[in-house]
């Protein structure tokens, strides 16, 4: 995946302290990942820049400023991690981003780069697939196709922003929006056909987030695949709750909310929620 550099670093007016900041590997598999420890007695506030590292072309160079708790100091951190996708995951989410835990969220909006929810797992992973009779235990990453069945779409979605900035409005998303594209076809014998969930707002960083479930078709026909009109529900804690959504989730997307479905969603894990929708397939 191609990482761009971010644009508008911020002046430093005052003298800033820069630092390696603490990266664990893990080894699974042939492949690893880092997770990123903010500095102790900070927060963070905003990605900088994240650029590539020449001399190591799986390591990328991630600068992220963070205010000090106390004096509201502004300090800069930068970090290298693995450009590699960790097993547990899978390989098929972007872009690459700095990721965040519950206990330590970002200070700024951006979607789906909480790696320990405990609602959820990976946020990463936030698009899964499972046949439409089976229970939501069966929900997968991918899923073999028959001709004449429907299976349900699950796309989860959070604005990871800390919840302290929900008070301000400071961590809202505006123009907040799912979008999903979904293969008209499934030829016979393919085995990694993708349908690809898209998450975004105008105000995000990165602009949007995405992450792809697989379909294989082992019937010996093509197979073609249908969004069912009228499926896309969203779920939520919010006013929202258990409205059907714009079938514009599957062309140009349809927008989130809590109260409204508006564009506006704020910060913090009890503004997240979930879409699901329904498709079918038919021999092509």
């Known amino acids: 995946m191609k990482i761009k550099s971010l644009k508008n670093k911020l002046n430093r007016r005052n003298s800033i302290s820069t630092a390696l900041i603490v990266v664990f590997i893990s080894f699974a598999g042939g492949k690893f990942w880092d997770k990123i420890v903010p500095p102790q007695g900070t927060i963070p506030n905003k990605p900088l820049y994240v650029t590539l590292v020449p ?26 991690h693995s450009s590699v996708v960790p097993s547990d995951v899978g390989e098929y989410w972007g872009p690459d981003r700095l990721l965040f835990t519950i206990a330590n969220p970002p200070g700024y909006v951006t979607f789906n780069s909480i790696t320990d929810n405990p609602a959820h797992g990976d946020e990463r992973n936030f698009m899964q697939v499972r046949e439409a009779n089976a229970s939501n235990e069966n929900y997968a990453d991918a899923i073999s196709l028959n001709v004449g069945h429907e299976y349900v779409v699950y796309v989860y979605y959070h604005n990871n ?69 009228g499926s896309a529900t969203i779920h939520s804690f919010g006013s929202v709750d258990g409205q059907v959504m714009s079938d514009t989730i599957v ?34």
Request: charged fraction near 20%.
């Open 161 to 229: 922003g800390a919840c302290n900035l929900s008070n301000d409005g400071e961590g809202a998303a505006y123009g907040a929006y799912v979008k999903v594209e979904i293969p008209a076809t499934v030829a016979s014998g393919s085995q990694d056909t993708k349908a690809i969930g898209y998450i975004g707002a105008n105000n995000a960083s990165p602009a949007l987030v995405w992450n792809d479930i697989r379909f294989s078709n082992v019937t010996g026909d093509d197979i073609a695949l249908r969004y069912v009109s």
């Open 55 to 80: 001399e190591k072309p799986l390591i990328k160079s991630s600068i992220v400023e963070y205010n000090n708790k106390d004096t509201n100091e502004v300090i800069t951190w930068e970090s290298n």
């Open 251 to 284: 062309t140009t997307g349809a927008h989130l909310g809590y109260n409204n479905l508006d564009g506006m969603l704020p910060s913090c894990k009890r503004y997240a929620g979930y879409i699901t929708f329904r498709i079918k397939t038919m021999k092509n």
